[in-house]
């Protein structure tokens, strides 16, 4: 059975299992935390193209999110010795920043997780590198719908199921595979927290969504079948027929009516091509 607990202000930040519940204060650092995220995306924009590194890229970030008051939430994390999670095609997640270069026709998901004033703001969005293929850009484009279908579920009285059910039914309607391995989590002064938010259910199953649960919303779209495998660095997730694989992640926090995204783009630059 699932367990809610309401989040007061003297609470410790603890991992208890339960799913927490926040209030107005919890939901205006949220926003805070989610636009230095969402704005550390969009500086991104302009160099996102042939010929820069990753590791260029994770520079640019650490610089940015500590310009903006921030420190980011990746560096240090479990061992982890970067400022972002760089994913390039048949990269599913956790992709390590290196001193590879972007190359035109690439697709690249950026994952960052600032803290801001102990909030974690976290979103990740995708880029098309140069001249991208049509095949390439139609899966982007899907991978975006399908997190603003979820979306569209996420409001009270609803379950986890109705927004994994929206994801998986757009998806698979394209025959895209959606991932398994991973899925979004709760967030707010912890990292990842419950619940967990899986992309594939039936609907009308799992914990019932409640005003003040904050979470991520982030589903991991393969071309082809939704089957990873973990390299051997113990980070990085790749598709194991070698498809390609596109991400996009929004923070959100439940409402009365619906829901709030914490981590929307200042400047529009909601999906590729960002021109």
């Known amino acids: 059975m699932t367990e809610y607990v309401t989040v007061t202000s003297d609470a410790p930040d603890a991992r208890t299992g339960a799913i927490k519940l926040h209030g107005p204060a919890a939901f205006a650092g949220m926003h805070k935390a989610g636009r230095l995220a969402a704005e550390t995306l969009d500086m991104l924009v302009p160099h996102m193209v042939p010929g820069v590194t990753t590791a260029a890229l994770d520079r640019m970030i650490y610089d940015f999110i500590l310009a903006g008051g921030g420190v980011p939430a990746t560096l240090g994390y479990r061992g982890y010795t970067h400022s972002t999670c760089i994913s390039i095609n048949h990269v599913v997640c956790h992709g390590i920043p290196s001193d590879k270069a972007l190359k035109s026709g690439d697709i690249v998901n950026v994952d960052v997780t600032p803290i801001l004033d102990g909030w974690h703001g976290d979103s990740s969005r995708m880029y098309l590198i140069g001249d991208v293929p049509?095949?390439?850009?139609?899966?982007?484009?899907?991978?975006?719908?399908?997190?603003?279908?979820?979306?569209?579920?996420?409001?009270?009285?609803?379950?986890?199921?109705?927004?994994?059910?929206?994801?998986?039914?757009?998806?698979?309607?394209?025959?895209?595979?959606?991932?398994?391995?991973?899925?979004?989590?709760?967030?707010?002064?912890?990292?990842?927290?419950?619940?967990?938010?899986?992309?594939?259910?039936?609907?009308?199953t799992g914990p019932e969504?409640?005003?003040?649960?904050?979470?991520?919303?982030?589903?991991?779209?393969?071309?082809?079948?939704?089957?990873?495998?973990?390299?051997?660095?113990?980070?990085?997730?790749?598709?194991?027929?070698?498809?390609?694989?596109?991400?996009?992640?929004?923070?959100?926090?439940?409402?009365?009516?619906?829901c709030e995204i914490f981590t929307t783009s200042p400047a529009g630059l909601h999906q590729p091509p960002y021109a």
């Open 134 to 204: 049509l095949k390439a850009r139609r899966l982007v484009e899907v991978t975006y719908e399908c997190l603003m279908l979820g979306i569209e579920q996420a409001k009270p009285g609803n379950h986890m199921g109705d927004i994994a059910h929206a994801v998986q039914r757009h998806a698979e309607s394209h025959r895209y595979g959606v991932v398994r391995d991973f899925c979004g989590h709760g967030l707010g002064r912890l990292f990842h927290d419950a619940p967990e938010v899986v992309h594939v259910g039936r609907p009308g």
């Open 209 to 258: 969504l409640r005003p003040g649960m904050i979470f991520t919303i982030e589903p991991m779209i393969n071309i082809g079948r939704p089957d990873v495998k973990l390299l051997d660095d113990g980070w990085t997730a790749v598709t194991r027929d070698r498809s390609l694989s596109a991400q996009f992640e929004h923070s959100i926090g439940i409402t009365e009516t619906g």
